[in-house]
């Protein structure tokens, strides 16, 4: 059983405006979420219009931006997703890439 005032301090530490931001305020945040937003979209329109054999850098960073914007977990979850942009596309054989585990 919980103690007698264990309901009112979670109450309190609901209501506390310090918790929400995690050490930044809201407009921090939302030109954090626009930035990372804009590369993504900047990365993906990039490596659509170049040519691979002449910005391999910019295909590189591409998909792993992509990877790592979109994946939340852990390898189980990156490996697929990295296969698909790496192995499916050309980069890198299959053997090379497996090789890397």
């Excluded at 691979?52 to 490996?79: N, P």
């Amino acid at each position: 059983p919980l103690e007698e005032g264990a309901g009112a301090a979670a109450v309190a530490a609901a209501e506390d405006d310090s918790i929400e931001n995690f050490g930044v305020g809201k407009a921090v945040g939302a030109c954090l979420i626009f930035f990372t937003a804009a590369v993504f979209a900047v990365s993906f329109v990039l490596s659509n219009v170049f040519d691979y054999k002449d910005h391999e850098y910019v295909h590189w960073f591409s998909a792993f931006w992509r990877t790592g914007t979109v994946i939340w977990g852990g390898g189980q979850v990156v490996l697929p997703l990295l296969e698909n942009e790496v192995v499916e596309t050309g980069y890198v054989e299959r053997t090379v890439f497996f090789a890397g585990l």
